[in-house]
C-alpha cells in the first residue's frame, strides 16, 4: 500500500505528459504487487538464506544443506513472484486503452470486454509465468560452499550438479 501511495504521488509530481503520466500511473499497482510478492517471498524464506536448503545428486542421494541454493531457490521464486502479476495488471489497460482510442469498446461492451481480456490474461500467463524455471532446478557444485565440492557418485564420477526443489 505505502509503495502504491509512494509511487502513485512520484507520477503526479514527475515532469511528463499527460499521456506518459497516464500510462505511468498503469504501472503503479503492477509494481506494488509485484514488490508486495517479493517481499512475501523473502520474508517467508529467509531462513533459507541462514540454513541453506537440501541437495542432491542426480541419484537423489541428500548431500546436505546449502545456502548458495538457497539463494539460487529464492532468486528464482522471486522473479516468478515479480513476472506473476504483470499480464493481469499490465496487459488489460493496454489493450483497453487501445481499443478507447479505436473507439471499439462502447460503454455497454466494455465491461464485458474488459472482464474478457482480464480472463484471458491470467489464463494465458499464469502457467507462462509459474512456469518460468522448473520446479526442480540444478546447479553447478562450483557455486556452492566447499563441502560439496569434491563429492562422489556411487559410481566414483565426481558430482558436477547437484537438485535442489525451487519452491514457488
Do not use: H
Not at 541437495?55 to 521464486?77: T, V
Not at 546447479?139 to 556452492?144: A, F, R
Request: proline share 8%; charged share 20%.
Amino acid at each position: 500500500c505505502g509503495l502504491a501511495l509512494g509511487l502513485g504521488r512520484a507520477v503526479e509530481r514527475a515532469s511528463v505528459g499527460p499521456g506518459t503520466a497516464a500510462l505511468l500511473s498503469k504501472v503503479v499497482p503492477y509494481c506494488a504487487v509485484a514488490g508486495a510478492n517479493v517481499f512475501n517471498l523473502v520474508s517467508m524464506r529467509s531462513a533459507e538464506l541462514a540454513t541453506g536448503i537440501p541437495i542432491k545428486d542426480s541419484e537423489g542421494k541428500e548431500l546436505g544443506l546449502s545456502k548458495a541454493a538457497g539463494k539460487s531457490a529464492i532468486m528464482q521464486s522471486a522473479l516468478t513472484r515479480a513476472a506473476l502479476p504483470a499480464p493481469v495488471l499490465l496487459v488489460p489497460p493496454l489493450i483497453m486503452r487501445s481499443l478507447d482510442r479505436a473507439g471499439l469498446a462502447g460503454m455497454k461492451a466494455r465491461p464485458a470486454a474488459e472482464l474478457g481480456i482480464i480472463i484471458a490474461s491470467v489464463w494465458l500467463a499464469l502457467p507462462a509465468a509459474i512456469g518460468l524455471f522448473p520446479p526442480e532446478c540444478s546447479i553447478d557444485v562450483k557455486k556452492l560452499e566447499p563441502e560439496f565440492q569434491n563429492l562422489f557418485d556411487s559410481n566414483g564420477r565426481p558430482i558436477e550438479q547437484v537438485y535442489f526443489n525451487k519452491g514457488v
